[in-house]
């Protein structure tokens, strides 16, 4: 077996838990592997290859133990960590995003809605590599990812590294209107690039000017403790809670979309839409990076209950924001 200086590096050289406590279970998985020559993280790529095939090594000594392991938090390392899926690509482990245990690999997307679960669940005993955009936990940053999976015993195990991420924002918007769910991926990540190009005070400032709305398009954004920076059709929201902002149903709809995550959410509610003049049920995709929040979204219009914006329709929106401003 290749994998006792990785055992080493994932534990912290420590078998001891953060309240003084034997870890039993870290005891008997180094117990399963004897040392040999392990590549450095100078090697990325040779380095998530031996990562993963030190998963497959304690998963066919330990069995299920294996399991329990990488779903530790304590099992990641920087940017390293593994998960594994079962025979049926659903997930066993995954120490970054628990909440993506007991779901399907194949229906997990990218951050740019592709079917990135998919590409890496394509795996076979020989092993695949598959790139795309994901948040990497050691910067909290969208950063290209490159992982590698394999399958053994039926089950996958993958890891991966991570690589800068600094697009031209020009570039970015591949998609078409005609596909609003693509376009709303892409028209964020835009906005993402052009943060990481020229930082938050000219790109809030370019996200605030009636420019930069396109038709029913906008993008807005917060910082990192939920406080808008940038909403060019209501620029009265700029330095205001997000959390406090309630839909024109009264439901807490600030607080739903800064449950955004560095993966993204999505999240549908009735909103004014800025070319129609109607309120309209849009549907908003909002992601975190770097702490702050960017979102936009589409507009899906309601044939019988759409109504303008009367006095009494803004009041509604004006009551959601916080008081004195």
């Not at 779901?103 to 592709?114: C, M």
């Not at 598959?130 to 909290?140: H, K």
């Not at 370019?206 to 910082?223: H, L, M, Q, R």
Request: proline fraction near 6%; glycine fraction near 8%; charge should be negative.
């Amino acid at each position: 077996m290749r994998n006792f200086l990785l055992i080493l590096l994932m534990i912290g050289l420590t078998t001891v838990s953060i309240t003084g406590c034997d870890r039993p279970m870290t005891e008997s998985m180094m117990d399963a592997v004897t040392p040999t020559e392990m590549p450095t993280m100078d090697d990325p790529e040779a380095f998530a290859v031996a990562l993963v095939q030190g998963a497959v090594d304690l998963y066919t000594t330990k069995g299920s133990e294996a399991i329990a392991y990488y779903n530790d938090p304590m099992r990641i390392n920087g940017q390293w960590y593994v998960f594994i899926a079962d025979e049926n690509n659903i997930y066993v482990a995954h120490p970054t995003k628990p909440e993506f245990v007991g779901r399907d690999i194949t229906k997990i997307f990218g951050v740019d809605g592709a079917l990135t679960g998919l590409e890496i669940a394509m795996a076979t005993e020989e092993g695949r590599w598959t790139a795309y955009l994901w948040p990497n936990p050691e910067t909290n940053k969208l950063e290209l990812k490159r992982t590698w999976s394999i399958r053994h015993d039926g089950y996958l195990f993958a890891s991966g590294y991570y690589e800068p991420w600094s697009p031209d924002p020009a570039t970015v918007l591949i998609d078409s209107k005609d596909d609003p769910e693509a376009f709303a991926h892409a028209f964020v990540l835009a906005a993402v690039a052009r943060y990481e190009s020229e930082g938050l005070d000219a790109t809030a400032a370019y996200y605030n000017a009636p420019a930069s709305i396109d038709g029913e398009w906008y993008v807005f954004i917060t910082d990192a403790n939920d406080t808008f920076v940038s909403h060019a059709p209501m620029q009265e929201l700029v330095g205001t809670d997000l959390k406090d902002v309630m839909g024109l149903d009264g439901s807490a709809l600030g607080a739903e979309i800064a449950k955004a995550t560095g993966t993204g959410h999505w999240i549908e509610y009735l909103w004014p839409n800025p070319e129609s003049g109607m309120n309209e049920m849009k549907r908003t995709w909002a992601i975190r990076h770097d702490g702050y929040l960017f979102a936009s979204g589409y507009y899906k219009p309601m044939a019988e209950d759409s109504v303008s914006l009367t006095e009494d329709a803004m009041s509604v929106v004006e009551d959601s924001m916080p008081a004195g401003n």
